[in-house]
């Protein structure tokens, strides 16, 4: 598997990610107690490019390029996050995603640095009105490890600033006064490093508008500091539900043992969690590694949301691939694996279109009643397309219902559109063949049922004693008749 670790390392085995720092000198000796530390983690960020030479090997034009990117898009990671990187692997999906590269200077010359046009709908400090219903509401800058390939990197170049009580009064001012908004979701930066006085006041704040119905809380710390959902937090998050959370998993390899827990406490609290991953280069563009990712994350309770394209910002043009790579990777999940494990996959329209969702055309051709469609597997079948008519019309003169005509095998997509044939079914498909075998079953049962009466053996002559009769055999005695036809 493409740099897809056991399900040891990814967090399901003993280990987790203490595994992980075993590999690094600085953190082997570090004691459990510290390591699960908040405290601990923050002030042991990795914040330059001298730390990350001391973590990692790297080259002078690599360091050199990690300190000049540092001046104009923070740079910052937890040691927990950062223990998630294979030292010996230069193309590790994690480092890719975490620690700034030579590829992304050269590509600051590509893309946009608002490509959403999120500025332009700004109703209050930090509230974007897009959607008719709903507002986005970013209450921080700060996170405690940066995404190279963040949407709102924008808002790196500032200070680690939060939003001051004057402004978190504005926004609530706006959505008290718009009653049509029932859905706020609370981003940043990530709101979830907040002190808890601060995020209380915000949720306190929307919970006291009668006409929201849903807040949303974006977070990314339960996947790069999963401490950081503590018994203290999570009880607060508990008073104003009900509350989603919405979190950022883009790798089985991030699905820790640490991070399973977080998600734990999250949902003993009654706090629903959905993923929504990025669709990156190197990183999980490939159906191998995504399969992996989704179905990781339901076996910790965590429903996958979105598949995001990788929006137009700069400095992010060699993480981001083709709609059709995207389009394939769905292809190979529907039908492939659990329905709820497939993602929606999305592309965020440039200057503020919206999300727009894309899956494969299952859709073949259509005809003047019928249409044909396309199935997992390839089978091309033909549905009828036309509103339902009148009982009367179904039933012949003689009161019995009209029989379909029996169809021939379709050769071609024109058989199905004339409605002469039901379907196309490519060769070799093993369900086809499973169901073939099952179809020739009955057939070998039935032998037995062929012996002649003189073969059979006698009835005793003592008859058997009866079954004392019970609603239950009852019931199964009246089934049995019907399927006689007695």
């Not at 024109?414 to 099952?438: K, M, N």
Request: charged fraction near 25%; proline fraction near 8%.
């Amino acid at each position: 598997m493409d740099r897809l670790r056991s399900p040891e390392a990814s967090g399901f085995g003993p280990s987790g990610s203490r595994a992980g720092r075993q590999r690094y000198d600085a953190w082997r000796d570090i004691p459990s107690s510290q390591w699960l530390s908040v405290r601990w983690q923050l002030q042991n960020t990795v914040r330059t490019a001298a730390d990350v030479g001391r973590l990692l090997p790297l080259s002078d034009a690599e360091q050199a390029s990690i300190d000049r990117l540092g001046q104009s898009y923070r740079f910052a990671v937890t040691p927990y996050y950062f223990s998630l990187i294979d030292p010996e692997d230069p193309h590790d999906p994690i480092r890719r995603m975490i620690v700034p590269s030579i590829e992304e200077e050269v590509d600051l010359e590509l893309g946009e640095v608002d490509p959403l046009g999120e500025k332009a709908d700004q109703v209050a400090p930090g509230l974007t009105h897009r959607y008719p219903d709903r507002v986005l509401f970013v209450v921080t800058s700060f996170c405690t490890s940066y995404c190279r390939f963040c949407i709102r990197k924008r808002n790196w170049r500032g200070s680690d600033a939060a939003r001051s009580t004057e402004e978190v009064d504005q926004a609530l001012a706006y959505i008290r006064s718009h009653p049509e908004i029932r859905d706020v979701l609370v981003s940043g930066g990530d709101p979830l490093t907040l002190p808890l006085s601060q995020l209380e006041y915000v949720l306190r704040g929307i919970r006291e508008i009668p006409h929201v119905e849903i807040v949303r809380i974006g977070s990314r710390e339960p996947v790069m500091l999963p401490m950081r959902i503590e018994p203290e937090l999570v009880a607060m998050l508990e008073r104003y539900s009900p509350l989603w959370v919405n979190t950022h998993f883009n790798h089985p390899n991030e699905l820790t043992q640490e991070a399973a827990a977080a998600i734990d406490r999250l949902l003993r609290a009654g706090i629903p969690v959905n993923n929504q991953s990025v669709l990156l280069a190197g990183v999980n563009d490939s159906l191998e590694v995504m399969k992996a990712l989704v179905q990781g994350l339901l076996r910790i309770r965590v429903r996958p949301y979105y598949l995001y394209h990788c929006d137009d910002v700069k400095g992010t043009a060699h993480l981001r691939t083709s709609i059709r790579r995207g389009l394939e990777i769905l292809e190979g999940l529907r039908g492939h694996t659990t329905g709820f494990a497939v993602p929606t996959y999305v592309v965020d329209a440039p200057d503020g279109g919206g999300k727009i969702p894309l899956m494969p055309n299952y859709l073949v051709s259509q005809g003047e009643r019928t249409l044909v469609l396309r199935n997992f597997e390839g089978v091309l079948v033909s549905v009828a397309d036309e509103a339902p008519v009148a009982a009367a019309a179904k039933i012949n003169g003689d009161g019995q219902l009209r029989r379909r005509r029996t169809r021939r095998p379709a050769q071609s997509v024109s058989d199905l559109l004339a409605d002469e044939s039901q379907r196309l079914v490519p060769a070799g498909l093993p369900h086809y063949e499973r169901r073939e075998a099952l179809r020739s079953e009955p057939e070998t049962a039935g032998a037995a049922a062929s012996v002649s009466p003189a073969a059979r053996p006698e009835p005793p002559s003592t008859p058997a004693p009866r079954t004392p009769r019970t609603p239950r055999t009852r019931r199964a005695a009246r089934d049995l008749r019907v399927i006689q036809g007695s």
